[in-house]
Nanobody
């Protein structure tokens, strides 16, 4: 499975960006997609995640500002980021959780994309 992320860039505080990530390859069951981020000197953290059923999870720091959505037909996830702050500056990494079925039961996989840089100047 390959994840192609796009949409990062340099913006000023208060502005918006929209990230996209498309999953391709051998995907039998796509359970969820989402975004993590990693800033220099900080631990990687979950930003937002959405399941195929539409359930969403957000980091407390982005609630009310970021919205995650998906296009199931395109295996693509979007992250609309509004009211950006300097502390949102990080590399944003797309993730996908998939599964397939074997005669011994389901197998689960977790994939990472290459990341896209988001820089917010204050």
């Amino acid at each position: 499975v390959q994840l192609q992320a796009s949409g990062g860039g340099l913006v000023q505080a208060g502005e918006s960006l929209r990230l996209s990530c498309a999953a391709s390859g051998s995907i039998f069951i796509l359970n969820a997609m989402g975004w993590y981020r990693q800033a220099p000197g900080k631990q990687r953290e979950l930003v937002a995640r959405i399941t195929t059923g539409g359930s969403t999870t957000y980091a407390d720091s982005v609630k009310g500002r970021f919205t995650i959505s998906r296009d199931g037909a395109k295996n693509t996830v979007y992250l609309q980021m509004n009211s950006l702050k300097s502390e949102d500056t990080a590399v944003y990494l797309c993730i996908a959780d998939t599964a397939d079925l074997t005669d011994r039961g389901p197998r689960f996989f977790h994939y990472w994309g290459q990341g896209t840089q988001v820089t917010v100047s204050s």
